[in-house]
């Protein structure tokens, strides 16, 4: 019986991998113990669908892995980004809820985190789920299919516009310093292709937030934190801006 012979991007992200588990063990929370600001993660897929922002303001809910939770900033509740642009939310608006769990794939995220967002009958949705399929060398064809499930059900049950954020160009990172950068743009840009398309499926309603496109001041030294992956508070702020800006240019009343 012949080798199977495993691509040589995935070998090198294999050990990014491991790399990035150490981090992420630290400050993972179970899923089934969320965290206050998150919603039940267990409710019905079948759950009322959202009503247009009014008076009452715009709820927010998040869903994402490490980075929607804020590992890396010195206190993440306040200095995640999804906290940062929930801070901008119009005056009246509802608490935000992150769902984010720490080392999430998406397809665990389609179980774990889905539902809740549906549940919460959000106006605004924001979905950042890629890095880890990455890490994880989870081929690009799997990972849109778990998030075309994510996208086509906050379509189907919610109101909600949804941005969906792609990869930033991930070369200058320093937990990818032995990684051969080639391979590492190309699996980048397959996930992001795969992102674009699955957004172009609903364009009216689901927005990409672009991270890959000048993506130098996002992977900086200042940007990153000490532990060379996730990014600093100064990289929070910068990422919230990214989505802000996004957010207000497709009608969401953010404050400055």
Known sequence: MGKTIVPMWKCELAVVTVICAAFVACSAAPAAQPSPTRGPTTSPISAPTATAAGSSGIKYVAIGASDTVGVGANDPAKGSWPALVAARLPAGSPPYTNLGVAGSLTLQAVSQ???????????????????????ATIEPAS?????????????????????????PDLR????????????????IQAYNDAIAAIAARNADRVKVVDLFTGSAALVSTGTVSQDGFHPSDEGYQLIADRFANSM?????????
């Open 113 to 135: 985190q889905l539902p809740g967002a549906i549940a919460q009958r959000p106006n605004v949705i924001s979905v950042w789920l890629a890095v880890n399929d990455l890490n």
């Open 143 to 167: 990972f849109a299919e778990s998030l075309r499930q994510i996208v086509d059900g906050l379509v189907q049950k919610t109101g909600a516009t949804i941005f969906v954020v792609n990869v």
């Open 172 to 187: 200058a990172v320093p937990v990818y310093s032995g990684v051969d950068k080639a391979r590492l743009l190309a699996g």
């Open 248 to 256: 207000r240019a497709n009608g969401v009343p953010l404050r400055s």
